[in-house]
């Protein structure tokens, strides 16, 4: 039974991303003549900030050292994350994407963009945005339904405010308060 090096890489680093918190989403060895580039993508439930990325960074690039996993010769190891435009081809992805826009290629053809509500084991409720003034409506999809599902990034979405954006007002505001 052969296993490619991506496979053996997979096996090597999954239990050390794990114990920092974080999915093992991809792993890609590519080769430009003589460089080489070991690129590992990682994501959480929560998201993975820099110092996360930086962590993990350090014990892979420390783990891949002590072994021979990625033979003689000089790599470069890249840790990122999947990014704004993602696939989605796990549940846990599906999960990470409620409340997210989606662009759904069906397995009957066709396609259908939507906002991720919730998912259940056998597939995801969503919310079809209204064509023309007419009103959103709610639609359930079997994952048996879709034939690949990507997070299309919202720049304009007026129905709601980020987090992280209220926070940094209320904190400017506060600073100019005492100022």
Do not use: C, W
């Not at 906002?115 to 409720?125: I, N, P, S």
């Not at 209220?166 to 600073?175: A, G, I, V, W, Y």
Request: aromatic share 2%; no cysteine; net charge negative.
């Amino acid at each position: 039974m052969s296993t490619t090096q991506s496979e053996r890489l997979r096996h090597l680093l999954e239990p050390l991303v794990a114990s920092q918190g974080l999915d093992l989403e991809e792993i890609a060895v590519d080769s430009v003549g003589r460089k080489r580039v070991l690129r590992v993508v990682v994501d959480s439930d929560t998201g993975a900030d820099l110092d996360a990325i930086a962590d993990v960074s350090r014990a892979l690039s420390a783990k891949l050292d002590e072994t021979d996993a990625m033979g003689e010769g000089e790599y470069t190891l890249e840790v990122g994350t999947p990014g704004a435009e993602r696939d989605l081809t796990e549940h846990r992805h599906y999960v990470r994407a409620v409340d997210r826009l989606v662009r759904f290629q069906l397995t009957e053809g066709g396609e259908l963009i939507a906002r991720v509500l919730g998912v259940r084991d056998d597939g995801l409720d969503l919310e079809v945005p209204g064509v023309k003034g007419r009103k959103a409506t709610a639609r359930g999809l079997g994952f048996d339904e879709i034939a690949k599902a990507r997070v299309q990034v919202e720049f304009n979405r007026k129905d709601k405010q980020d987090p992280q954006d209220k926070r940094d007002k209320n904190d400017m505001k506060e600073e100019e308060e005492e100022a």
